[in-house]
C-alpha cells in the first residue's frame, strides 16, 4: 500500500482526494484539467444556472466522443476484416489455378 500516491484534483471548484497507483497520476491530472476547461467553455458559451448542469453537459460531451470513437473502431476492424477477407480469396483463387 506503501507505493500508493494521495493527490487532491479539483473539479468545478470542489476537491476530491485520491488514493492511485504512480502510473494513473498524469492521466488523471490531465483529465481533471480537461474537464475545467470543458466546463469553463461551456459556462462561456451557454446560459447554465448551476455547475450540475455544466457537468451534466460535460459528461454527455465526453460519453457522446467516446461512442464515436468506439463506433470508428468497430467500423475501422471490419473493414480491416474484409480487405483480409479479399486478400485470403486470392490467394485461394491462385493456388487453384495451379
Not at 1 to 14: F, G, H, P, Q, V
Not at 20 to 35: D, F, G, N, T, V
Not at 68 to 81: C, I, L, P
Amino acid at each position: 500500500m506503501s507505493d500508493l500516491l494521495k493527490i487532491k484534483l479539483t473539479i468545478a471548484n470542489r476537491v476530491y482526494p485520491l488514493t492511485i497507483s504512480p502510473e494513473q497520476e498524469a492521466s488523471l491530472r490531465a483529465s481533471a484539467k480537461k474537464i475545467e476547461a470543458t466546463i469553463h467553455q461551456l459556462e462561456k458559451n451557454y446560459a447554465v444556472r448551476d455547475k450540475q448542469d455544466v457537468l451534466a453537459m460535460c459528461s454527455l460531451q465526453y460519453a457522446a466522443q467516446l461512442e464515436k470513437q468506439k463506433n470508428q473502431e468497430q467500423t475501422g476492424s471490419s473493414v480491416e476484416e474484409e480487405k483480409v477477407q479479399e486478400l485470403i480469396d486470392l490467394i485461394e483463387i491462385h493456388k487453384a489455378a495451379y
